[in-house]
């Protein structure tokens, strides 16, 4: 979403991300896309290395994004934010649309993995029990 000043035609847009604020295992090469992804706050920048452009998953997370994973095969990425009852976001690379909406943390979403296949994909909370969830495509 682009920032609109209510009272006249004019608005911001989203123009290039400078830096990160990222954990290392969070900054990812997808050789299949040739895209350097990585996530800022509540963004996911995904820098086109050929083309020297950056497109972007944003305005749904709250919070920072603390974790991220992609399938295997490029098309989806899982990411996990930070915050009260943070939110896993499930969505296409591509399109960056979001496929589903998924629930049951508390406080963070410390690790995502995608098995092989895409059917599941496992989600570590940053709970003081570490709760491990594991999520079944139907």
């Known amino acids: 979403p682009n920032i609109r000043n209510e009272s006249s035609s004019s608005y911001l847009e989203l123009a290039w991300v400078h830096g990160c604020s990222t954990r290392p295992r969070s900054v990812q090469y997808l050789s299949r896309l040739g895209v350097l992804a990585y996530s800022t706050a509540a963004i996911v920048v995904l820098h086109e290395l050929n083309s020297k452009s950056q497109n972007y998953f944003r305005g749904y997370h709250t919070g920072r994004i603390n974790s991220m994973a992609f ?29 589903t909406r998924l629930e049951g943390h508390r406080r963070s979403i410390d690790a995502l993995a995608f098995s092989p296949n895409k059917q599941y994909l496992v989600s570590v909370g940053g709970e003081s029990n570490r709760l491990m969830f594991l999520y079944e495509r139907t």
Do not use: F, L
């Open 71 to 99: 399938s295997n095969d490029e098309t989806i990425c899982a990411t996990g934010g930070v915050g009260r009852n943070p939110s896993i976001y499930i969505w296409c690379t591509r399109t960056r649309k979001i496929v």
